[in-house]
């Protein structure tokens, strides 16, 4: 065997490489260039070599054996040439070559020396007794019984042998007789086969481990044969019993290729030879076993190998592409040959209950062949995924420790790969996993990704027909799995959005037109449609949770503005029938639908306009579907976006002269973003980064009004307009918020301390820590309460005093236990009980700590917003009103991420204004208005010392101050006076700053100084 393939497990590396001794790390070195090595000397061997000779001849045996094959082959080529080059040796410097070296190297188990032996040895066997015919005209001592002799001789065990010899003079034999058979020179010699095929008949039947290399040889020299000497070599191999063995079967397929008309032997495959006819004898040939009945039917039969091989049989191969061809050739009924085929063979053969975990293990191996080499034939791939072979790669994939878990979870990992490589088979093998056989919840079963990873390969080839995949199992249930109905149906929502989140919609080039036409329509039909084919009908449940999956989808394909038309086409082609709609909803959502037709016609026009448009029909297309879902605001959500539609579009005055239409916008944006949901702050941002050029004051006003709510309860009810329950709550309220405001978490220490951290007297932290005390105090009480009712009524129950009574009688008569029916009889009134006091619903501490993050993030998603129109319109004079209501965030927030948001909201400001400033005309701007703003940027930094509050401050004043001396340089000395001022005040009052926002102002002025010195020295030249 010199092909690499073919070679038996124990022709690997004989000699395990020693252990690494541990290295000192080593230092960098320059690469060196590589040389190419100097040509091997080609020149004749001499009989007795010495010296350089001897020495030379060492080299080229050494490198004969190497493990590198290039080297090995320059090697080969190195030998032959010295040995027939030219004139040639002489016979007895040839012979002793073959004898002592090469045959006698076969036996060897060092490196690559059979491989590299071989290669040599067949070419010289050519070259003696093929064409050339050099042992006829040169070497007359060298005859074929001669050099078939040195074999024989040097490939025997002699003496006390280790078991590893041995195997390495039967390898070493094996080989040899290989090299006879590809130097092509057997059938040219009368009976010169037979004697090789009774020495590979031999060896096979005394070493049986060898015997599928024996078959394999003999597949070689068949290619070889004419069809008489196919035919006898058939005879003898049916004689001794290897017809009816795995050798058997590849080589009476591949004899029945060769000879089409050839006359087989009637036993064991009859008169025309084809296993593939005979499923139940080829079924236990393949699995290596035989029965008393085999033997009496089908003739002799050769004992099986006795030695498992972790390798697939080359046999599979054969058989395999016997089915192949066919299919590829649209043979007649292939299909179902094929299915009966792996049905009887592998199916019921290697997967049946009692097969051995052995045999399992070859059925995954034939399983993953199958896949490597024959995926694109998918006409043969669909009857593969059968019941047995599913079940148990189910069953051995899920659990680690089980004997075939990493055979299953190849045969996965080969499955997704070879899918990966032929994406036309997606189809197949998806409905091979979750469909007939397999699981809908293939990967929930497995505890895998199988089926996520095969999603993330659809695109437009094959998206609708993988659509169909996932529907079909879900829409008609038997009424055997009612049960997993819905569970399947909740899946099915699973999978589509996997398959749509895998998609890039960012890229242009991508194909996801199959979203749009067959995903999208399948969630809302199964969200929003009466479908009669449903068995059972949808459940609201179900109904629910697609919902939520579609709103998740929207939420991934509106990464930009590009992906608007999803939700906007959608809306139009689905049919709401299983929404409940009264007269008003449907009137709501009839001028709705007809408002987004005209909006998505002015978007396809293009224009100026066209984002506007775009986030306009976007916004309508998903209020729209909050209708469908019952959202009780969509309706009147509905009347504001018609509002802003006819000011902002249309531009209609609005019968109320006071209502500004820019500013319902700003407060339906903001009621979105007071929602948990990802979908509508991502539309939001789309949606105000359309309209903020337009912004107004108010407008502005109503979104900074937000930053400066308290982040508590109070803030809570404030902002959304909440009734609370009682006056008690609004005092806790009250409480909560002095205690709030002495809270600190401090991320920085020393000089670097928190934002908020506040260098209050000694006094205010006692009266501060004293009403924190109270109001824990109060909360402690509504607790006590809480607990006192509870002990109450269970010591009701239990017929004795409350609970907290019993403390101080510890040395009271406890030993009367109740028994077992008495506890029964009292179950059903603690149930009562403990129901009773969950309906209550949270405690106030826990609805106190819910306000506050409720408010946190209301306050961060609109940030985001700010975030936005500060970088893009930092030279709109009206911009500048933000900066100090983010200013007071920094100083009054508990939440660490918000006030690093408005401080990086701020530092974007700066650098946007000072980008806008050099690159366009200054905007005129309102200069008494910004001085105003800049002296209460300074009110604000007295009221916090920390460096970082500085900073931010300090940043926000001269970016103004920028933008006055940039209008007019006059204004100069009044930004002066109000810095002037502020150190005034410190000096009196005692206040302190920190040095930095000093120190900034005048390193700011200096700059211009030179600034203005240049200048007037380029307008001089």
């Known amino acids: 065997m010199g092909s690499k393939r073919k070679r038996s497990a124990q022709d690997a590396a004989v000699a395990a490489p020693a252990a690494k001794k541990q290295q000192k790390p080593s230092k960098p070195t320059t690469k060196k260039p590589v040389e190419t090595p100097a040509p091997l000397d080609t020149s004749p061997f001499v009989n007795n070599p010495r010296g350089d000779d001897l020495k030379r001849e060492v080299n080229l045996y050494d490198m004969l054996s190497s493990e590198d094959d290039s080297q090995r082959l320059d090697a080969a080529n190195a030998i032959v040439s010295g040995l027939l080059g030219g004139d040639g040796v002489e016979e007895s410097t040839l012979q002793k070559h073959l004898e002592r070296r090469l045959f006698r190297g076969l036996a060897s188990g060092r490196k690559g ?14 070259q003696l007794f093929g064409s050339a015919n050099l042992s006829a005209t040169k070497y007359p001592g060298l005859t074929f019984d001669n050099v078939f002799e040195f074999l024989i001789l040097k490939t025997k065990p002699e003496g006390d042998l280790s078991g590893q010899e041995q195997k390495d003079h039967a390898l070493g034999l094996l080989f040899g007789l290989q090299c006879f058979v590809r130097s092509k020179i057997l059938f040219s010699i009368d009976g010169k086969w037979e004697l090789i095929l009774d020495k590979l008949l031999d060896l096979s039947s005394k070493k049986s481990w060898t015997r599928e290399e024996c078959g394999w040889v003999i597949m070689e020299a068949l290619e070889q044969m004419n069809q008489d000497q196919a ?74 190998t006795g030695t498992w091989n972790a390798k697939l049989h080359f046999v599979w191969d054969i058989v395999l592409s016997q089915y192949v061809k066919a299919a590829n050739s649209k043979a007649k009924n292939i299909m179902s040959e094929f299915d009966k085929f792996w049905k009887v063979t592998v199916d019921e053969n290697l997967f049946s209950a009692s097969a051995s975990r052995e045999r399992k293990f070859w059925g995954f191996l034939v399983f993953q062949r199958m896949i490597q080499s024959h995926i694109s034939c998918t006409t043969l791939i669909t009857s593969i995924f059968s019941h047995n072979l599913v079940r148990c790669l189910i069953n051995h994939v899920q659990e680690k420790d089980r004997f075939l878990n990493r055979a299953a979870d190849k045969s996965l990992k080969v499955l997704t790969h070879a899918v990966e490589e032929n994406p036309e088979a997606l189809v197949v093998v998806l409905q091979g996993l979750i469909d007939g056989n397999g699981a809908y919840s293939f990967d929930r079963v497995t505890k895998t990704k199988t089926i996520e990873k095969l999603l993330s390969m659809v695109d437009d080839t094959n998206g609708e027909a993988v659509l169909d995949v996932l529907t079909s199992p879900v829409m008609v249930v038997p009424s055997s799995e009612t049960n997993d109905a819905e569970k399947r149906r909740q899946m099915f929502g699973d999978y589509v959005l996997t398959a749509i989140r895998h998609v890039d919609i960012t890229e242009a080039s991508q194909n996801s037109s199959w979203i749009k036409t067959a995903a999208l329509p399948q ?28 709103t998740s989808a929207f939420t991934h394909l509106l990464s930009n503005m590009d992906g608007y038309h999803y939700p906007c086409d959608l809306v139009i082609s689905c049919t709401p029938d299983a929404v409940a709609m009264d007269g008003l909803i449907t009137g709501a959502k009839d001028a709705a639908f007809t408002t987004l037709q005209k909006l998505m016609k002015k978007a396809k026009k293009g224009g100026k306009d066209k984002a506007t448009f775009q986030t306009l029909s976007l916004l309508y297309a998903l209020v729209i579907f909050q209708l469908y879902n019952g959202d009780v605001e969509a309706v009147s959500i509905l009347d504001e976006l018609k509002l802003c539609y006819d000011n902002l579009i249309k531009h209609k005055s609005t019968e109320d002269s006071e209502v500004e239409p820019f500013e319902v916008l700003v407060e339906l944006l903001l009621s979105f973003l007071s929602r948990p949901s990802a979908l509508l702050r991502k539309v939001t941002q789309h949606v105000f980064t359309a309209f903020m050029s337009e912004m107004t004051e108010g407008g502005l006003k109503l979104m900074t009004d937000v930053l400066e709510t308290s982040e508590n309860m109070r803030g809570q009810q404030e902002m959304f307009d909440e009734n609370p329950d009682d006056e008690d709550a609004m005092g806790v309220d009250e409480e909560d918020d002095e205690m709030d405001s002495d809270v600190e978490v401090v991320d920085m220490n020393g000089e670097e301390g928190h934002l908020n951290s506040h260098l209050a007297e ?38 004795t005093s409350a609970l907290d009574q019993n403390d101080e009688d510890e040395d009271g008569d406890s030993d009367s236990d109740m028994t077992d029916s008495g506890m029964d009889a009292l179950t059903p009134k603690l149930e009562e009980v403990l129901g009773r006091m969950q309906k209550k619903g949270p405690s106030k501490k826990q609805e106190q700590k819910d306000a506050k993050e409720n408010m946190v993030n209301f306050k961060s998603r609109v940030l985001d917003l700010l975030d936005i129109y500060a970088k893009k319109q930092a030279s709109d004079p009206l911009a500048a009103e933000i900066l100090l209501p983010l200013l007071r965030l920094i100083r009054t927030t508990k939440a660490k991420h918000l006030s690093d948001k408005a401080f990086s909201i701020i530092q974007a400001f700066a650098k946007s204004k000072s980008k806008a400033s050099s690159s366009e005309a200054e905007v005129e701007i309102n200069v008494k208005a910004q001085i105003a703003l800049i002296k209460g940027i300074h009110e604000e930094v007295l009221k916090d010392q920390s460096k970082v509050f500085a900073k931010a401050a300090s940043t926000a004043s001269l970016s103004l101050a920028s933008g006055i001396y940039r209008a007019d340089k006059s204004q100069f000395e009044k930004i002066g006076k109000v810095y002037l001022h502020t150190m005034t005040k410190c000096d009196v009052e005692g206040v302190k700053i920190q040095a930095s926002f000093v120190s900034d102002w005048v390193n700011w002025w200096q700059s211009h100084i030179a600034q203005a010195a240049a200048g007037g020295a380029v307008k001089e030249e």
Not at 113 to 126: D, N, P, Q
Not at 524 to 548: D, F, H, M, Q, V
């Open 523 to 550: 969630l809302a039909s199964l969200a929003y449609s009466n479908n009669s084919e449903a068995k059972p009908p949808i459940s609201e449940g179900t109904r629910t949770l697609i919902r939520n999956r579609l």
């Open 113 to 126: 020396a059979r491989l590299g032996f071989s290669i040599v040895l067949s070419e010289l066997l050519a």
């Open 231 to 304: 035919e006898s070599t058939l005879k003898k191999l049916c004689d001794v019993g290897l017809g009816l063995s795995p050798e058997g079967v590849g080589i009476w397929l591949r004899a029945r290729d060769k000879f089409p008309k050839m006359k087989f032997p009637s036993n064991p495959w009859g008169q025309s030879g084809n296993p593939l006819e005979h499923l139940n004898s080829l079924a236990k040939a393949l699995k290596e076993s035989s029965s008393s009945e085999d033997t009496s039917s089908k003739g002799q039969q050769a004992k099986q």
């Open 762 to 799: 000694e006094e205010e932290e006692s009266d501060e820590e004293e009403n924190e005390e109270e109001s824990e105090d109060d909360e402690d009480e509504g607790d006590d309460e809480a607990n006192k009712e509870l002990n109450d009524a269970l010591a009701k129950i239990l017929g």
